[in-house]
């Protein structure tokens, strides 16, 4: 019996979860309200606290999945090497756009967590700062293998590589219509290849 409503309760976090996330990618942290995310869910929002204790901890939760997300996506970047790195940027950009509240979610926050005070800010600029070492890294294996310049500053490169991204991401949400991201990221990518080979 103990074991039923802990798997009753977990699915229900997961739900939790997945309603905050969709909240939070449509009218960000600061606009999001918790008796709209309880009522998603069939909860009341003393209910929904049993679950989460505040409007914080619920977008700690909401990051944590995001993590989650990436962490298997980009297991595969990181353990290539140079322009295939960068190619796997690629897929990951196709991979976001079929799953636009994700993109959406990263977005949104980013946006509002330039400010200090923002609860998600530390993660924001803790992200770029680990997925420009780890794609500089990458970069530094395409020199040892032969595939990228000695004089290339992988730390620029991937930090340029990221911008690309996210810059055609925001572009791409706001104008789906007129933009495709992968492709348009692609032929970067393609330019960028040829840029920095030996």
């Known amino acids: 019996m103990p074991e039923q409503h802990q798997s009753r309760g977990d699915t229900r976090r997961v739900q939790i979860?997945?309603?905050?996330?969709?909240?939070?990618?449509?009218?960000?942290?600061?606009?999001a309200a918790l008796s709209e995310i309880?009522?998603?869910c069939g909860l009341t929002?003393?209910?929904?606290?049993h679950y989460f204790p505040n409007k914080e901890a619920l977008l700690a939760a909401v990051l944590d999945q995001y993590d989650q997300i990436d962490l298997q996506r980009l297991t595969f970047l990181f353990d290539?090497?140079?322009?295939?790195?960068?190619?796997?940027l690629v897929q990951l950009a196709e991979y976001y756009q079929r799953r636009p509240w994700l993109s959406r979610l990263f977005a949104v926050l980013t946006g509002e967590a330039v400010t200090a005070n923002h609860p998600a800010h530390a993660w924001i600029v803790s992200r770029y700062r680990h997925l420009t070492i780890r794609l500089g890294q990458t970069?530094?294996?395409?020199?040892?293998?032969?595939?990228?310049?000695?004089?290339?500053?992988?730390?620029?490169?991937?930090?340029q590589a990221l911008a690309m991204m996210d810059c055609l991401q925001l572009q791409w949400l706001l104008d789906p219509e007129s933009v495709d991201m992968p492709a348009a990221f692609g032929r970067y990518i393609d330019t960028l290849i040829v840029a920095i080979a030996k």
Not at 17 to 31: K, P, S, V
Not at 45 to 49: D, Q, Y
Not at 80 to 88: D, I, T, V
Request: net charge positive; no cysteine; glycine share 12%.
């Open 38 to 40: 309880a009522e998603r």
């Open 139 to 159: 970069l530094e294996k395409g020199k040892i293998d032969g595939a990228v310049r000695a004089d290339v500053d992988s730390a620029a490169v991937a930090r």
């Open 80 to 88: 290539a090497s140079g322009p295939q790195a960068l190619r796997w």
């Open 17 to 31: 979860i997945g309603e905050a996330l969709r909240t939070f990618a449509t009218n960000g942290y600061r606009d």
């Open 45 to 49: 929002v003393p209910g929904l606290l």
